[in-house]
């Protein structure tokens, strides 16, 4: 078990460019999911998928946010004509559901966007 | 819907003192309920875990909370701080489908002066 990975650790973009998060989970976890975080604020749920299927968008998901994971392990997250309110830690975490139920989430140290 | 207030964004302590983070919980249903601690610039860390069954939950790091319906509570304590424990501290609250999604409080910063 090495963990979920994320990568990079930190982006720094001028607005208006595109960015894209990549995320690696636990091998053996079937679900992923993406949250971001504000300063001084809880982690808000933006997107999951079971496999390589997504299941549900947050509305906090604008047009300008894709998510993929194409062949049900890593997964990536791109912004397109980022904003200055994009700035933000972007979290990504993974569990396994199955015959035992759902196991808690576990996370990533996270991406931290920066817009300037 | 789901939701979670934690109550004091921030909570400091002496270094040996009891920790105690507020977190009260509103659900339609029995719920799943979260404790995450993060250190800065990190992800999240699961603390412990309420899943029905029995109301006191010890976790990792000499932590523990207490399940109380009637109150809609899942408060977090630790007999003795330690320097170490300062971080942020997040409940959360499953969603009543079958997303596994978890919906976070606001986080309280903890503070342990020597």
């Known amino acids: 078990d090495t963990g979920v990975s994320q990568d990079p650790r930190h982006k720094i973009t001028k607005r208006g460019q595109n960015v894209t998060f990549r995320c690696d989970p636990i091998?053996?976890?079937?679900?992923l999911y993406w949250y971001r975080q504000t300063l001084g604020q809880g982690p808000e749920f933006l997107t999951y998928?079971?496999?390589?299927?997504?299941?549900?968008k947050s509305r906090l998901l604008s047009d300008r946010f894709s998510a993929e994971r194409p062949k049900g392990s890593f997964s990536t997250l791109e912004i397109q004509r980022t904003e200055q309110g994009d700035s933000a830690m972007y979290l990504c975490a993974s569990s396994l559901v199955g015959g035992q139920g759902l196991s808690p989430l576990h996370f990533g140290n996270g991406t931290r966007l920066t817009v300037t | 819907a789901q939701s979670v207030t934690q109550l004091g964004s921030h909570v400091s302590v002496s270094e040996g003192a009891l920790v105690l983070l507020r977190c009260n919980y509103s659900?339609?249903?029995?719920?799943?309920l979260f404790w995450y601690v993060q250190y800065p610039n990190q992800g999240l860390q699961l603390l412990l875990k309420y899943t029905s069954a029995a109301t006191l939950v010890k976790g990792i790091n000499g932590f523990e909370a207490e399940f109380k319906k009637s109150e809609t509570s899942f408060h977090l304590t630790k007999p003795s701080a330690h320097m170490s424990d300062a971080a942020e501290y997040f409940c959360a609250v499953s969603d009543t489908s079958n997303t596994g999604k978890l919906i976070f409080g606001q986080g309280t910063t903890l503070q342990v002066k020597p």
């Open positions: 091998s053996e976890h079937n679900r």
């Open positions: 659900s339609s249903v029995p719920p799943y």
């Open positions: 998928f079971q496999n390589e299927a997504q299941l549900e």
